[in-house]
């Protein structure tokens, strides 16, 4: 691990919100978003979470680091809200976390990276019963919708989930990110328009693959394109 991304946990223990900005700036004069999510804020996290597993730090202390975070990817979010996007601009994305999912930082993450790409975004944090997320669904009719999930014992619900999904609704594609799915395989428990997303290299992958097959669709209906 670097010097900076040291530094950069004991701002998050210590609360000092000013130094960890001060941080995440600098990292971002020369890397993306997606860089600085992957390789500072993520081993960051994961780090914490070693140091309380082991005893290491408190939970006050580990709440203090997450609230420290959660504010410095609201400022990474800034510049991008700065102009309004209509209700319905397409295309549409909402995140979510599963039923007593309280782990919601990555999913954050995503949904930043999410409206970078010019996708009308909603955010939904963390904790969503299942007939909310239907309702939302159908009211708002979003062509992405993704979820996270980080404690193994969440899969049964994420099962029910995909289930009401394939149950009721036809157009959305669903991503499914989260600690656990770089770890294991879920493919299994998922239909034909449910992706698990490892990491946010792979996600990287996803919106290219995705604004190619966005750009041939729209070369096929405006007759642009030849098959001969
Ligand atoms: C912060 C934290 C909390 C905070 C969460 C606050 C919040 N608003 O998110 C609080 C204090 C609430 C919390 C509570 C608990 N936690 Co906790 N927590 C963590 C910690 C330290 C960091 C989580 C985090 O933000 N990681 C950083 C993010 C960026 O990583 P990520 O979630 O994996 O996301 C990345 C990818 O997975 C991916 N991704 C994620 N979601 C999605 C979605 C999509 C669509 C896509 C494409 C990609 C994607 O992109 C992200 C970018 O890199 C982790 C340690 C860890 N290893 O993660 C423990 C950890 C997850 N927690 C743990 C535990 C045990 C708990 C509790 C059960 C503790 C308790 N006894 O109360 C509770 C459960 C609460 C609940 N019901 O959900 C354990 C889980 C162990 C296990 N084997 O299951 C961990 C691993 C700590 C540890 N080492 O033991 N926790």
Redesign the pocket.
Known sequence: MDISTRVFIKTLLEGDHGHALAIVKKWRASSSRLEV??DL??PA??D???R??HGDITVAQ??LA?GV??FVLSQTEYELVSQSKSIDATPKAF?FTVE????????K??SILFRERNWNVRFLQ?DLPVREVLEEAERWNPQVI???F???YRVEELTGYLQSFSARLQDPQV?????L??QYDFSSIGSLDTTF?E??NA?QRWFIDNEKIRRDEVNGKSGSTSII
């Open positions: 999510y992957r804020i993520t996290m994961y914490i979470g070693l309380w597993q580990e709440h997450t975070c959660d995140f007593n999912e309280h782990h919601y930082l990555g999913l993450m995503v963390s993704g979820l996270s980080s404690l193994s991503l499914i990110g989260g600690r799915v770089s997303i990491d946010l996600l």
